[in-house]
Nanobody, 128 residues
């Protein structure tokens, strides 16, 4: 499984919206739970959101709950992160990651550890 991130919307101001997508290659995408993580300058990479392999379960970090929405289209091998009401503190490099048949809570609590595949990351900058 290989993940590549795409960003839609370009530079965004505080309060704006942006949509990230992560396209995976391979035939087993629907067997992988997917997560979005981010790393701000000088900080460790942190969990943002996760979605189960079927799309039936989602989990969010408290910092983004109510503003971000994770979704997936297994027919297109793609996972999305819709980000609304963006804040300067959302500025970071965003990564998608995949883990085989795991509960979304495990992805959230394990953080960086345990993910099977990582995308290369895409920069999101929110100007104040």
């Amino acid at each position: 499984l290989r993940c590549s991130c795409r960003r839609w919307g370009g530079l965004v101001q505080t309060g704006g919206s942006l949509r990230l997508s992560c396209a995976a290659s391979g035939r087993t995408f629907s067997s992988y739970s997917m997560g979005w993580f981010r790393q701000a300058p000088g900080k460790e990479r942190e969990f943002v959101a996760a979605i189960s392999w079927s799309g039936g379960s989602t989990y969010y970090a408290d910092s983004v709950k109510g503003r971000f929405t994770i979704s997936r289209d297994n027919a297109k091998n793609t996972v999305y992160l819709q980000m609304n009401s963006l804040k300067p503190e959302d500025t970071a490099v965003y990564y998608c990651a995949a883990r085989f048949l795991v509960d979304v809570v495990i992805i959230a609590t394990a953080g960086n550890y345990g993910m099977d595949y990582w995308g290369k990351g895409t920069q999101v900058t929110v100007s104040s």
